[in-house]
């Protein structure tokens, strides 16, 4: 990959990357800016192309904390985004956990001896942060360099919200704010201003799917927010295609996310896909 000068000069940013499409954005927008990046994918979640689109890529297993500190360090990393998401469940309920998983010194020595309040989202997050900060280096939010994927305020799609859906949303959005605020998830579904599901540690997709399994006749709104607490370096809301085909196929009518705070991915393509299946996004103001 072809670099400025001033480009190569640069420290290179760290991408601590997950699961979905935010971590090829990331890779992309800052490999057309000519920023170096270091990549220390999770096994099992990350995509194996962005190996093609980093300076330096490393495999490691989410529960190996020693081993993506030491990569970082190895490139001369300092700054680090994290980007895409790490299913919890998979490394909180796994049975037998210790010979499973196979943590590092590192991570056991966090998990079992880092004191910290619970295991909720924002708590663990934290508490990794803290984890790295203590060999120099520091998380950033990763839409600093791509602030373009943050969805502004608009109707989206073709199709604007009914006067019945417009008070689900306004119903859901309380809901959503408040499980936000006890770090439980993000995502609410609602039909006449009664509650379906609350997404929790299985994600947005798989609430979805769950409110349509008990609301055979469809017609559902889904309302989607930051935390009230939101830090924009986390776990930041996030939709994209797969999200309209979750909602497509548990019959959902209606998608309504945080304008400035969540991050729609191939926006052009998802709105694209909801106009088909005549589902309406709608992005509303804080």
């Known amino acids: 990959m072809g670099q400025s000068p001033q480009a190569a000069d640069r420290k290179p940013i760290g991408l601590l990357a997950g699961w979905g499409r935010f971590p090829l954005a990331f890779a992309q927008k800052a490999r057309s800016l000519g920023l170096p990046v270091v990549c220390v994918a999770i096994r ?88 790295f900060a203590r060999d120099g280096l520091r998380f950033e939010s990763a839409l600093t360099l791509c602030p373009e994927l943050l969805v502004n305020p608009a109707v989206l799609t073709r199709r604007a919200p009914t006067a019945r859906e417009q008070r689900d949303i306004a119903f859901g959005w309380e809901l959503a704010k408040e499980m936000g605020r006890l770090d439980v998830g993000q995502s609410v579904a609602v039909k006449e201003r009664a509650v379906l599901a609350v997404e929790a540690i299985e994600g947005t997709d798989r609430a979805i799917l769950r409110a349509g399994e008990l609301c055979r ?27 309209i085909e979750s909602l497509h196929r548990a019959g959902g009518r209606v998608l309504a996310i945080e304008a400035g705070k969540t991050i729609v991915l191939d926006q052009e393509q998802t709105v694209a896909l909801a106009d088909r299946y005549g589902i309406t996004i709608v992005a509303l103001p804080s």
């Open 44 to 131: 099992g979640e990350a995509a194996p192309e962005l190996a093609t689109l980093v300076n330096r890529f490393y495999w490691t297993r989410p529960t190996r904390l020693g081993r993506m500190i030491r990569c970082f360090k190895r490139e001369g990393v300092e700054q680090i985004v994290m980007a895409g998401k790490v299913h919890k469940a998979n490394l909180l309920h796994q049975p037998w956990k210790l010979v499973t998983l196979l943590p590092d010194w590192r991570t056991v020595c966090w998990w079992y001896f880092r004191k910290r309040r619970d295991n909720r989202d924002d708590t663990l997050l934290l508490s990794i942060s803290d984890e």
């Open 217 to 243: 006749s469809g017609g559902f709104v889904v309302v989607k927010t930051a935390k009230p607490q939101q830090d924009m370096r986390f776990d930041v809301p996030t939709i994209g295609c797969t999200t």
